[in-house]
Nanobody, 123 residues
Framework: QVQLVESGGGLVQPGGSLTLSCAASGSILSVTHMAWYRRTPGKERELVATTTSGGVPIHTDSVKGRFTISRDNAKNTVYLQMNNLKPDDTGVYSC?????????????????WGQGTLVTVSS
């Protein structure tokens, strides 16, 4: 069984910073993409940032210059450093990953989601 466990959410004032972490665990051969999504009040879930297995980061326009995604492949962990947070950043942040798992006759790909962590930006 593969799972993603997130941590680091909480309450922060506007202009403040938070770092989210997401660790993949279980029977894993390798991890392909790792990404952060968020669901903010009144909006659909949106991709915040993603990184390839080689670590190439892509950030959505609304967070460029403020958020940074990074990963530690040795730990199967992805991070989201969030600076200069705004009230509009408030929402549930969820981790997503593509995972290569062993199967009896080879291997397969599984897409896994974390349970989500709440980020609240408010004074």
């Amino acid at each position: 069984q593969v799972q993603l466990v997130e941590s680091g959410g909480g309450l922060v004032q506007p202009g403040g910073s938070l770092t989210l972490s997401c660790a993949a665990s279980g029977s894993i051969l390798s991890v392909t993409h790792m990404a952060w999504y968020r669901r903010t009040p009144g909006k659909e879930r949106e991709l915040v940032a993603t990184t390839t297995s080689g670590g190439v980061p892509i950030h959505t326009d609304s967070v460029k210059g403020r958020f940074t995604i990074s990963r530690d492949n040795a730990k199967n962990t992805v991070y989201l450093q969030m600076n200069n947070l705004k009230p509009d950043d408030t929402g549930v942040y969820s981790c997503n990953a593509g995972v290569i798992i062993p199967l009896p006759l080879g291997s397969g790909t599984l897409e896994v989601w974390g349970q989500g962590t709440l980020v609240t930006v408010s004074s």
